[in-house]
């Protein structure tokens, strides 16, 4: 087996006590079709799938297709979030819902937004629904700002993962905040995944260099002209840039330094 595969299985990623082989977390919207989204999954790799209670049917609508009959609970992960909540009480109130569904399953991730517009979190409502949602039992993994004292300040109510985003949700812009990402990433004690913002695959292998554990994206596979084949490029770059951190790069320098020695030779 060569070392690039056994990579994954030997540095795993771990949620809330559980173990991951990938790195990479999808989303299950925007997709044309439960099929395409399906297939794109697959091409993902991905483990854990992130679903919006609020806009996909997971049982609570009977006889509409349903997305757990392509994405069944017992080969993934399924993350419910908030998508949507505005509120800390909407939030908590879809939590509880999503826990019924799924016969008791308590990990979910946690967003509440502040407008329509930029999507961007109203951490107010965030923190307070973060408070009652651990005191209810639930693991949360929770959508922030980029702000490393609000991270630590989830991290202390006790989230099981921080999601600080790198640009506006669909916005595709990039790592925008590199500073902001890599200080959070160097002084929290819980995963750190980049969410909202990645458009391509070098924004995703950009993410994990910085040392973060993982990243979750929708729009970047869903809404590229080819979905299954964005996946597959968005796993591969995912697991690059993780041995890419762990190798460690050299430092930049600002001249050349010769790839062989010149020290000793005769010309």
């Known amino acids: 087996m060569e070392p690039a595969a056994a990579a994954p299985s030997a540095d795993p990623l771990v949620i809330a006590g559980k173990t991951y082989r990938s790195r990479l977390l999808t989303g299950t919207g925007k997709f044309r079709d439960l099929e395409q989204t399906r297939l794109a999954t697959e091409a993902a790799g991905a483990e854990i799938v992130t679903v919006a209670i609020r806009r996909s049917n997971i049982g609570q609508n009977p006889g509409q297709p349903n997305l757990l009959d392509v994405l069944p609970p017992d080969r993934y992960t399924i993350l419910p979030n908030t998508a ?12 509880r819902l999503a826990r019924e569904l799924l016969d008791g399953h308590s990990l979910v991730k946690l967003e509440v937004l502040g407008d329509q517009k930029t999507l961007y979190p109203d951490v107010v409502q965030t923190l307070k629904a973060a408070e009652i949602l651990v005191a209810e ?29 790198a640009a506006p949700i669909g916005s595709g812009l990039g790592i925008q905040n590199r500073w902001s990402i890599l200080e959070i990433v160097e002084n929290a004690r819980v995963p750190v995944l980049v969410d909202a913002g990645v458009g391509t695959a070098s924004d995703a292998a950009i993410a994990m260099e910085l040392g973060c554990d993982g990243v ?4 970047a596979i869903a ?13 591969k770059a995912v697991e690059a840039g993780r041995q890419a951190f762990l190798a460690g ?3 930049k320098r600002r001249h050349a330094d010769a790839s062989s020695p010149l020290d000793g030779h005769f010309l």
Do not use: H
């Open 84 to 95: 949507g909540c505005y509120t800390a009480e909407d939030a908590v109130r879809t939590c």
């Open 137 to 165: 039992g639930f693991q949360v993994m929770v959508y922030t700002s980029d702000d490393p004292i609000l991270a630590r300040r989830l991290e202390e109510i006790g989230c099981v993962a921080v999601m600080p985003l």
């Open 223 to 235: 809404g590229a002209k080819d979905p299954v084949l964005m996946a597959g490029a968005m796993r």
């Open 249 to 251: 790069r050299i430092p």
């Open 216 to 219: 979750l994206m929708n729009t």
